[in-house]
């Protein structure tokens, strides 16, 4: 069964600066898909970034992008230039290449950033 | 454009009564669909998934029960609510047979509070 492991529960960046979040993944799969979701104060679910493992190139959207190490099994978040609208818990998601699309979570990073 | 509705947002039920939680989703069709809990402070569980009218696919064992009476409805049920049933529920979906990087859409949630 795969897993997602989040080890860092809480962490804080100054406003402006860059802050990475870790994420680790098992599986013995060779086609997945990996996503990063972001839960603010409202619980509202919104998809920060996602990754197709087939892709070499490191995913990017706006101040946010991603370090996949596939081989390590390594999907890390960097949020650049962070804002105060970026503090939520952070969540690392798999989802396998089968057509069911069930997620699998990490246990989420609380992000606190200090103006 | 599609949308997801999820109700209530919030409940309070007491131990033994029963729980009906509904989404509904609007503008696609045949769409995967899926509940998920969050307990206090952790990550998302996948309880189950439907991928058609009448399919429902249970991730673990459980209190809980689901159904998809119509293409676009899904509900949550019990019987007899538990205290361990307390938690946030959210309800997803996904378009079957779009690109097999097309993110899970969420529900706002439902926070439910069983004493």
């Known amino acids: 069964a795969q897993t997602v492991t989040q080890s860092q529960p809480e962490m804080s960046v100054q406003e402006a600066e860059t802050v990475t979040l870790s994420c680790t993944y098992d599986?013995?799969?060779?086609?997945?898909?990996l996503f990063w979701y972001k839960q603010p104060p409202s619980r509202q679910m919104i998809l920060v970034i996602r990754q197709e493992a087939y892709k070499q190139q490191n995913a990017t959207e706006n101040r946010f992008s991603v370090n996949f190490q596939k081989a390590a099994k390594s999907f890390s978040l960097k949020i650049s230039d962070s804002q105060l609208g970026d503090a939520a818990m952070y969540f690392c998601?798999?989802?396998?290449?089968?057509?069911?699309?069930?997620?699998?979570f990490g246990q989420g990073t609380t992000l606190q950033v200090k103006p | 454009s599609q949308t997801i509705h999820q109700w209530p947002a919030t409940l309070v039920q007491p131990v033994g009564s029963p729980l009906s939680l509904e989404c509904t989703v609007e503008g696609t069709s045949n769409p995967n669909l899926y509940w998920y809990r969050q307990a206090a402070g952790r990550g998302l569980q996948l309880l189950f998934y439907s991928v058609g009218i009448g399919q429902i696919s249970s991730e673990v064992p459980q209190n809980l029960s689901a159904s998809r009476p119509q293409d676009r409805q899904f509900i949550l049920s019990s019987k007899k609510l538990l205290l361990s049933d307390s938690g946030f529920y959210l309800c997803?979906?996904?378009?079957?047979?779009?690109?097999?990087?097309?993110?899970?859409?969420f529900g706002q949630g439902t926070r439910l509070t069983v004493v």
């Open positions: 998601a798999y989802r396998s290449a089968s057509n069911t699309g069930k997620l699998i």
């Open positions: 997803a979906w996904r378009l079957l047979g779009g690109p097999m990087n097309t993110e899970a859409f």
């Open positions: 599986t013995s799969e060779s086609d997945y898909y």
